[in-house]
């Protein structure tokens, strides 16, 4: 079955712009999270989507926002963009069940100049 | 807050060499255990997982972690390493919610 697909790979923003990306996870998959990865900081959770649903959220501030639709596909939108947000973006698609894994997408590269 | 630490962040092996990295977490309940690997230019996969049973698992390329609660600890290791597992390497924790918090990473590179 197809994998977790993001788009787009790689963009190149200027600080104040904002920015949508999307998920689409795998199919029969509910559970949609977003994570951002930097350099030393390993993987940090932005939030999680179930059945249109956020139902948890991270410590990020609230230009960080993000949507799932109908068909469980997900966007993430960030506004007024600053440097430091420049990261890998990755998206988990989970089935929605316990005791399951989480399956990442290849993410989207953001830059922020 | 419920963290996870991963005590090493670069490791350099020859190959051939046997391989440990740590992973503690802290929180005191019932928890999935995952570790992840991301190879240059690649998307995070699964190398193993824990939910329950024998606490030694066995995942994918040789790999294994072994659960010890009362140490709070998810350690993978492999016996032998090859070039090809120069990766980076993520321990995560999963506390039966759908967030799952990772440890920063563990950079390997294996010299042929």
């Known amino acids: 079955k197809a994998g977790v697909t993001q788009t787009p790979r790689y963009l190149i923003k200027t600080r104040g712009q904002q920015v949508t990306l999307s998920c689409s996870p795998i199919s029969g998959h509910r559970s949609v999270s977003w994570y951002q990865q930097t350099p030393g900081q390993g993987l940090q959770f932005l939030f999680e989507?179930?059945?249109?649903?956020?139902?948890n959220k991270g410590n990020f501030p609230g230009r960080f926002s993000g949507r799932q639709f109908s068909n469980s596909r997900s966007e993430m939108n960030v506004s007024t963009l600053e440097l430091g947000d420049s990261a890998l973006y990755l998206c988990?698609?989970?089935?929605?069940?316990?005791?399951?894994?989480?399956?990442f997408g290849q993410g989207t590269r953001l830059t922020v100049v | 807050a419920q963290s996870v630490s991963q005590h090493n962040h670069h490791v350099i092996l020859s190959e051939a060499a046997s391989l440990e990295l740590g992973c503690n977490y802290s929180y005191g309940g019932t928890v999935n255990l995952f570790w992840y690997v991301q190879y240059p230019g690649q998307h995070l996969q699964l190398l193993l997982k824990?939910?329950?049973?024998?606490?030694l698992v066995k995942g994918i390329k040789g790999f294994e972690a072994e659960f010890i609660k009362s140490k709070f600890s998810f350690n993978l290791r492999k016996p032998s390493v090859q070039w090809s597992d120069t990766a980076e390497y993520f321990c995560?924790?999963?506390?039966?919610?759908?967030?799952?918090?990772f440890g920063t990473g563990t950079r390997l590179k294996v010299l042929a």
């Open positions: 988990a698609s989970i089935e929605g069940k316990q005791n399951t894994e989480a399956f």
């Open positions: 989507y179930f059945s249109e649903t956020q139902r």
């Open positions: 824990y939910f329950s049973g024998d606490p």
């Open positions: 995560a924790v999963n506390p039966l919610t759908y967030k799952y918090i």
